[in-house]
């Protein structure tokens, strides 16, 4: 047997509550560590790094999934670091205001924990979903789980929001705890009897990791990914630590408003990733290729917009802005993750889980290095410059690696019908 619809939905939940976790930790304490404790950027930018960092693991991950190994086991037990380290994280952002040290060396523990995590759980989560979903299902599988994700992060951020304002500590540790706590319960309720269903059954492949992972680094077209993969995910992710405190410093946003305007943002990615979903899957219409250019040349021009926007303050205002990056930023992101789960499949046998990790780990060293690359050079503008122009040069200067990442997917994708299979089934 191999995973039926309901079945996918269900792992769907495992990816919606591991995203509602990371945003709390990515969106909201980086903004009270800037704005309402004066922090420099570059702190927030830092400890995500460090979190994406230890993501590196991601491949081992997958090897041992591909190899024989419980992958339920590590979906709960990689959920449940991260949800402590989430609650970990809140209380440690708690502590900067009666001790700096406390508060940095708390943190420090608690996003290495969250890295832990993700890699654990998100990896073992997609090597399932890669070597249980029958061929026709694969694309069509991973927008579902992908689009449940957002739909997370997009409903944890808005309701955090509204129920942070007034913000207190206590009501912080409140929010973040239930959003944990809800997260962890949701896991152990999908993911339950799921595996012993699925045809998982293989001999044990004593292969070495380090040998199994140069067998899928020599493949030509797994590389070429893995560095568009790279480039992309930095236009993707710099933005991330910088765009709620842009909107508090320039825009004079609340904690409560800053953190809706995340919701807003994820919100606008979920109606891009669905109107790919449709117009390719249900319509057919467009390649894969064409629609990453889209939402490559979509982001880097809404880009430009709020680095403008920041000088002029236009009537338009930020929310819509914003939206419009992140419709852009899922028309992008739902196509790479189409084209992933097609190029997972191919090339050497037994290594879905492998191939999902090493992009995986991509992904991990371009978000953490592309967030802190633009939190440090806010910093570094904000000293010659006032704030709204340095944040606009940052923003310009992701604009520009958006069009960089989509000159390269012109190169080292095809513009066929083999590209239009990663979005319809059995195409």
């Known amino acids: 047997m191999t995973l039926s619809w309901f079945q996918i939905v269900r792992l769907g939940v495992v990816q919606m509550a591991l995203g509602a976790i990371v945003v709390l930790t990515t969106s909201t304490l980086n903004r009270l560590m800037v704005v309402e404790f004066a922090l420099p950027a570059v702190l927030p930018g830092l400890l995500v790094a460090l979190h994406y960092g230890i993501q590196l693991s991601r491949p081992r991950w997958g090897f041992t999934s591909d190899t024989g190994g419980n992958r339920t086991l590590w979906i709960i037990g990689g959920m449940a670091a991260l949800a402590l380290g989430g609650f970990t994280a809140a209380y440690a952002v708690t502590l900067f205001t009666a001790s700096y040290w406390s508060g940095l060396l708390l943190s420090i523990f608690a996003y290495a924990l969250i890295g832990i995590g993700v890699g654990a759980s998100g990896t073992s989560l997609l090597a399932l979903l890669a070597t249980a979903t029958a061929p026709h299902r694969r694309a069509a599988a991973a927008t579902i789980t992908w689009l449940m994700m957002i739909f997370g ?3 944890t951020a808005g309701l955090a929001g509204s129920f942070l304002d007034p913000y207190t500590p206590a009501r912080l540790l409140t929010v973040v705890a239930t959003v ?8 152990l309720l999908a993911v339950a009897g799921i595996e012993r269903r699925v045809t998982a059954t293989r001999e044990p492949d ?15 077209r797994t590389r070429d990914f893995t560095l568009f993969v790279f480039l992309s995910m930095n236009a993707y992710f710099m933005q991330e630590l910088i765009l709620e405190p842009f909107a508090g410093l320039v825009w004079g946003f609340t904690p409560g408003q800053s953190t809706s305007l995340s919701g807003a943002q994820n919100g606008g990615v979920f109606v891009g990733m669905l109107t790919v979903g449709i117009m390719a899957t249900g319509l057919k219409i467009g390649s894969l ?16 917009a709020i680095a403008w926007g920041g000088l002029a303050l236009p009537a338009v205002g930020l929310t819509t802005l914003v939206v419009a990056l992140g419709f852009f930023n899922g028309m992008f992101a739902v196509s790479a993750i189409g084209s992933m789960m097609a190029l997972a499949a191919e090339g050497r046998g037994r290594r879905e889980g492998t191939r999902m990790g090493l992009w995986g780990a991509a992904q991990a060293i371009a978000a953490g290095f592309g967030g802190l690359l633009g939190a440090a050079a806010v910093d570094l503008l904000r ?12 923003f310009s200067i992701e604009a520009a690696l958006f069009i960089a990442a989509a000159a390269m997917a012109l190169h080292i994708m095809e513009n066929t019908r083999s590209t239009r299979a990663a979005l319809v089934p059995g195409e």
Request: with cysteine; proline share 7%; aromatic share 10%.
């Open 153 to 155: 992060i997009a409903m």
């Open 289 to 304: 290729r064409n629609w990453i250019l889209g939402g490559c040349f979509g982001s880097a021009l809404s880009l430009v």
């Open 180 to 187: 944990v706590a809800i997260a962890m319960v949701l896991t």
């Open 206 to 220: 004593p292969t070495p990791f380090m040998e199994g992972l140069s067998e899928v680094w020599a493949e030509r």
């Open 383 to 394: 000293g010659p410059l006032a704030d709204a122009p340095a944040f606009a040069v940052v």
